[in-house]
């Protein structure tokens, strides 16, 4: 089963980076739009920024200018670098596929759709 698994969280300052990794372990993606939402404790789960197969970025008006998401393609890693964090930055913040995503492990492939990491936890402190 396709897993999607985040990492790069922790706790700055203000003003301080980070960057979020997201990654797949043990399969390869194809044709997948990738996102990056954020939940902030007692708020809804925002949209945060999106990149599609042929590289096209998207960002939430709240982190433009700010964070910048992209790809490596050789090591099939979706990277969300946050710069000038702001303490309203502070949330979980999730990796999540597209609707038409294809993982292979080996000659094995699947189809998939909105699948989300776990989360990693971003802290900005004022």
């Known amino acids: 089963q396709v897993q999607l698994v985040e990492s790069g969280g922790g706790s700055v300052q203000a003003g301080g980076s980070l960057r979020l990794s997201c990654t797949a372990p043990?399969?390869?993606?194809?044709?997948?739009?990738m996102d990056w939402y954020r939940q902030a404790a007692g708020k809804q789960r925002e949209w945060v920024s999106s990149?599609?197969?042929?590289?096209?970025?998207n960002y939430a008006d709240s982190v433009k200018g700010r964070f910048t998401i992209s790809k490596d393609k050789a090591k099939d890693t979706v990277y969300l670098q946050m710069n000038s964090l702001k303490p309203e930055d502070t949330a979980m913040y999730y990796c999540?596929?597209?609707?038409?995503?294809?993982?292979?492990?080996?000659?094995?492939?699947?189809?998939?759709?909105?699948?989300w990491g776990q989360g990693t936890q971003v802290t900005v402190s004022s």
């Open positions: 043990g399969f390869t993606s194809y044709n997948c739009d």
């Open positions: 990149i599609t197969t042929d590289g096209s970025t």
């Open positions: 999540k596929t597209g609707r038409r995503c294809k993982y292979c492990s080996g000659d094995v492939c699947w189809f998939v759709a909105d699948i």
